[in-house]
């Protein structure tokens, strides 16, 4: 298998170094103990750059489409990220397949021109190619299922970060990309400082008064309808409207009656069969709703266009007073806000971002063990396992 490796690290974009893990096996003892160092430096450099692949590779490939606006928003970046690492696990199942008909082949050939006279020896070495390649595509395929894992568990680990982050220090994002905790803790100071101005708390008070003053609008507008005058203007026109809601029912009532009589005489029910008076009935009943339903809307229309007319009769006095009682209410809301923040404001603003337990929540999960270094550095084990050579016979190494 000595092309294994270097596959693998051409997928995974490494620089062609890796070639060199597995040629013909060192003869001279001594250059043993530097093949090992060499050995040992390889495996760090490809679980470095297996972790960068399947780690911030793939977040940074995802930064960059979205700062050249190849994709949209945080949703756009997220689905970049997910079909990106979709397809890394395809392309390692690819690859899998790839090593396996390539390197059999070769370990196969290299039995046979090894072992050519022996035929014990070409059949075994045979069998070992076999077996090796195919507990190898078996473990291949299954470090291909958990690459996705690996990516779920990031994604939940990077979910846990975020909580971290918002959690306690949700008003100072410029915070979370301080180098250590002294700069971030200066950086809140710096923040504070700002937040702290006369100008500041003022402003801040002002934003308050707009997200709570829909709160009083419909009593101030109830107080000023009263003493404009539209109160009264609307009690009378609504007396009016009452009345003419109560003609419409006793004309309706008398016009379904009249229809109800009409139908009788008609359908002479009196002489025919008993359900004839009944259809009657249910057509009186009909009339009776379908006449309410227009009693109503008539009615509820006569108000709202009662209600405007006296509004717009009084309509700058109207104004006038909710526009003086509100600019009150917001002075004396405003005087309050700033004399209880102004006190307080310093402290309150550092209690908005806790450095040390967001630091603490960060440490917690970054203490548990990393799934792309534990992934990466299994599958250099599987690789390095599969690609032993004896050295004495030249055939594949692998035990069962």
Not at 195 to 209: G, H, L, N, V
Not at 328 to 349: L, N, R, V, W, Y
Not at 351 to 374: F, I, Q, R, W, Y
Request: charge should be neutral; proline fraction near 2%.
């Amino acid at each position: 298998m000595q092309n294994v490796v270097a596959i693998f690290l051409a997928l995974l974009g490494t620089p062609a170094v890796a070639v060199l893990l597995r040629g013909d096996p060192p003869k001279p003892k001594d250059i043993k103990e530097n093949y090992e160092k060499l050995d040992e430096f390889l495996g760090v450099m490809f679980t470095m750059a297996c972790k960068w692949k399947n780690g911030k590779d793939v977040y940074g490939e995802g930064a960059e489409a979205l700062k050249k606006g190849e994709i949209d928003g945080a949703d756009g970046y997220k689905d970049f990220v997910k079909d990106l690492q979709a397809k890394n696990v395809k392309g390692l199942q690819r690859t899998c397949g790839f090593i396996v008909g390539e390197d059999k082949k070769k370990c196969r050939d290299g039995c046979a021109a090894r072992w050519n006279a022996v035929a014990g020896k070409r059949d075994e070495c045979d069998q070992k190619c076999e077996a090796l390649y195919a507990n190898f595509e078996r473990s291949c395929m299954s470090k291909a299922e958990n690459l996705a894992l690996v990516y779920k568990q990031k994604a939940a680990k990077q979910a846990g970060q975020k909580q971290c982050y918002e959690g306690h220090c949700g008003e100072f994002p410029m915070v979370w990309m301080k180098e250590d905790e002294s700069a971030m803790k200066k950086e809140v100071g710096e923040q504070c400082k700002k937040r702290c101005t006369k100008d500041a708390i003022k402003s801040s008070c002002a934003k308050e008064w707009a997200a709570e003053i829909d709160l009083y609008v419909a009593n101030v507008h109830s107080e000023c309808a009263e003493a404009s005058g539209v109160s009264e203007c609307f009690d009378k026109k609504k007396k009016d409207t009452s009345a003419d809601y109560d003609q419409c029912k006793t004309d309706t009532k008398k016009d379904c009656g009249s229809a109800f009589d009409d139908c009788k005489k008609k359908g002479n029910t009196d002489n025919t069969f008993k359900d004839a008076e009944a259809f009657c009935t249910d057509r009186k009943k009909m009339c009776m709703d379908q006449a309410d339903a227009k009693c109503l809307k008539e009615n509820k229309a006569a108000i709202n266009k009662a209600e405007r007319e006296c509004e717009a009769e009084a309509k700058k006095e109207l104004s006038s007073c909710e526009d003086k009682k509100l600019d009150k209410m917001e002075k004396e809301a405003e005087g309050k806000c700033i004399s209880k923040k102004t006190p307080t404001c310093k402290e309150d603003c550092q209690g908005s971002c806790e450095v040390t337990k967001m630091n603490e929540c960060l440490m917690k999960l970054n203490a548990k063990d990393d799934p792309g270094k534990l992934f990466c550095t299994d599958f250099w084990d599987m690789l390095h396992t599969s690609s032993e050579i004896d050295p004495v016979t030249g055939d594949p190494a692998w035990k069962a």
